[in-house]
């Protein structure tokens, strides 16, 4: 029997609609007729995996029929129109499988058990006609059926259920292509709506990119994808900043050949910027070190300007990304540029409002040389336990503003009052008990601070009700305020002031305790007592020189313990 190679068996998989040929013979074989599919070259396709059952009355034996029989395959090979003959006599039709307008293999139908099968229908009208149904069947039908023109009459039926088949098969696929299609593109949409929806300017980078990592990877079936950027002011040349989902896979030497190769690309509107380099059809065009098996790396920019790329490696599902997975990817890189844009604006405007009002509170400071630097002390220590809190984002740099403008009012009270060297007279005292009221209404024209004033306003509440402007208790006071509060009085203990000299150490922890549930949060002082007070201390002392005006230097501390 002839065999086929497996190029060439594989060239009529992809022309014959395998499916649709078998699914006919199914048919065939329900009624008891037995087939094969045989090439133009005379070898049987079909295998025992084609899931196909021998009919009862038939020889099973194709070769000897067929294609180990030089009389019938030269016959059949050259003559493979209306019926042949096979040693055995019986008739055997061919009929042609097409491919477009070619012909590429034979399905070949053995005659021999075709017959007549009696049916209801016949017996009732036999038995009207007063007829024996089984003679009719035997001398009339069934001669028949074996009269030459049957087969004519039979071809044009398995040809059209060929062609049937062979369209449903199509369409099949043509839905289930549509399908992925459509699942892929909703894929996509939902991720590009993730982004548009969930893309705040206030996100750190790494946390966006982090999430947008783990989607493209989902979405465009990549074993990794990876993040680089600079932020404003990185020279171009050093390796950027990288994220990813998991732990990077990719080493310093490829991602800094990615980067600066993306970096390269040509920009504008008649260049394909952007890297693809597989070895699919051909070697690499780069160097590229394990894992790398496929890569795309698509810029992140703005104005012919580099701001960053996202990079895939190692498609899973296919053999290399493609265009889908490229626009995708640009769509991404365009999203991702505008909030990287509008980010670097905000990071601007943050550093522009705080340095402002830094300024405004190192001037305040300036009037009293014992006190400068306070304001910023106390932003920071803020800052510092709102932190051990855990506070999101948005409340500790809110601790941190309120920290930093909390004394701010006190560019309404005379100079001969806050430099006071003795104590304070009625009258003076109730004085500076009015800067949280006039802090609180310098701020109030700036309408996203709500926040940081109340905790301006609130600074000296007490726990007990002791407090002022307002006399608020407990969790009367919102937390910011308390923050504030602990550490506005810490601070003060630890620096020189112009009635005292600063406190020692364990003082100031016994002080903490001791007034820990009437000035003090409990909870608060607690959380803070806790800490390394000591490394704290010297990282107030080694904050840097922009946190206060004028030159002047912190006042000594005393750490004795």
């Known amino acids: ?44 396709l079909n295998t025992p995996s084609s899931g196909l059952t021998r009919p009862a009355n038939h020889c099973g034996n194709w070769p000897d029929c067929i294609t180990d029989n030089p009389q019938v395959l030269s016959e059949f090979l050259h003559d493979a129109v209306g019926e042949i003959h096979c040693t055995d006599g019986n008739r055997l039709m061919p009929i042609p ?127 990794e994808v990876v993040f680089l950027w600079h932020k404003e002011g990185d020279t171009e040349n050093i390796l950027p900043m990288m994220t990813s989902t998991d732990h990077l896979k990719l080493g310093s030497q490829n991602l800094n050949f990615i980067w600066h190769r993306t970096l390269n690309l040509p920009m504008g509107e008649n260049f394909e910027d952007f890297l693809i380099d597989s070895n699919v059809a051909g070697d690499f065009k780069y160097r590229w070190l394990s894992p790398i098996n496929n890569i795309v790396s698509v810029p992140i920019k703005s104005e012919n300007k580099m701001l960053g790329t996202i990079v895939a490696i190692n498609k899973a599902s296919k053999p290399d990304f493609d265009s889908t997975d490229i626009k995708l990817l640009i769509s991404v890189a365009n999203g991702v540029a505008g909030y990287m844009e509008n980010n670097q604006l905000y990071d601007d405007m943050q550093e522009l409002l705080v340095g402002s009002l830094q300024a405004l509170t190192s001037s305040i400071d300036a009037k009293d040389p014992y006190t400068c630097g306070h304001s910023a002390r106390v932003a920071y220590i803020s800052r510092f336990i709102a932190e051990k809190l855990q506070l999101d984002a948005t409340l500790t740099q809110n601790t941190y503003l309120a920290g930093l ?77 308390r923050i504030v509060q602990l ?47 000591p490394a704290l201390l010297s990282e107030l002392d080694n904050l840097p020189d922009n946190v206060h005006s004028h030159g002047l230097s912190f006042p000594d501390r005393h750490y004795s313990a």
Request: net charge negative; glycine share 6%.
């Open 405 to 481: 403008l909390h004394d701010v009012g006190k560019i309404g009270i005379a100079e001969s009052v806050l430099c006071k060297p003795g104590r304070l007279t009625e009258d003076e005292y109730e004085q500076i008990k009015k800067h949280p009221q006039i802090s609180a209404n310098i701020l109030s024209g700036i309408k996203q601070m709500s926040q940081v004033i109340e905790g301006v306003l609130t600074h000296h509440e007490r726990c007990d009700g002791k407090g002022y402007p307002q006399g608020l208790s407990g969790r009367e006071i919102p937390l910011i305020g």
């Open 97 to 223: 499988v097409y491919h477009r307008t070619r012909t590429v293999a034979y399905l070949v139908i053995c005659l021999k058990g075709l017959s007549y099968q009696k049916t209801e229908s016949l017996d009732r009208l036999c038995s009207q006609l007063q007829i024996d149904s089984t003679y009719v069947v035997q001398n009339g039908l069934d001669d028949a059926l074996s009269f030459p023109k049957a087969g004519e009459l039979i071809s044009p039926i398995i040809r059209l259920l060929l062609e049937k088949n062979r369209e449903c098969n199509n369409n099949s696929q043509e839905i289930l292509s549509l399908s992925n299609c459509l699942g892929q593109a909703y894929e996509e949409l939902s991720l590009l709506h993730r982004i548009s929806n969930g893309t705040r300017v206030t996100q750190e980078p790494v946390t966006l990119f982090k999430n947008l990592s783990r989607d493209i990877r989902e979405v465009a079936q990549a074993e």
């Open 1 to 44: 029997m002839r065999k086929l190679t497996m190029s060439k068996t594989a060239q009529l998989d992809n022309l014959i609609d395998m499916e649709a040929c078998i699914e006919v013979q199914k048919l065939l074989g329900d009624l008891e007729i037995p087939s094969a599919l045989i090439s133009c070259e005379g070898s049987c």
């Open 487 to 533: 550490a506005d009085s810490f601070d003060a203990m630890t620096s020189n002031r112009t009635y005292r000299t600063a406190l020692p150490l364990e003082i100031v922890l016994a002080e903490l305790r001791r007034f820990s549930g009437t000035q003090f949060d409990p909870k608060l002082a607690d959380l803070f007592l806790s800490c390394d007070i």
